[in-house]
């Protein structure tokens, strides 16, 4: 499994869980990064970032 596989797989089991979530990858959401991740928005206006490295 690589970033992108596990950043998809992380995307699908929060939006079962939690359909009231608005969550993005980091590309969709315009984040300047290299590295993988989520942002996640709620009902409330809150943000959060699960950024995903690979540790070698």
Known sequence: MNEKQLESLIHHVLLEEAEELHIQ??????????DKGLVINTKDE????ITIVKTT
């Open 25 to 34: 990858s980091f590309e969709d959401a315009g984040v300047f990064t290299s």
């Open 46 to 49: 809150l943000e959060f970032q």
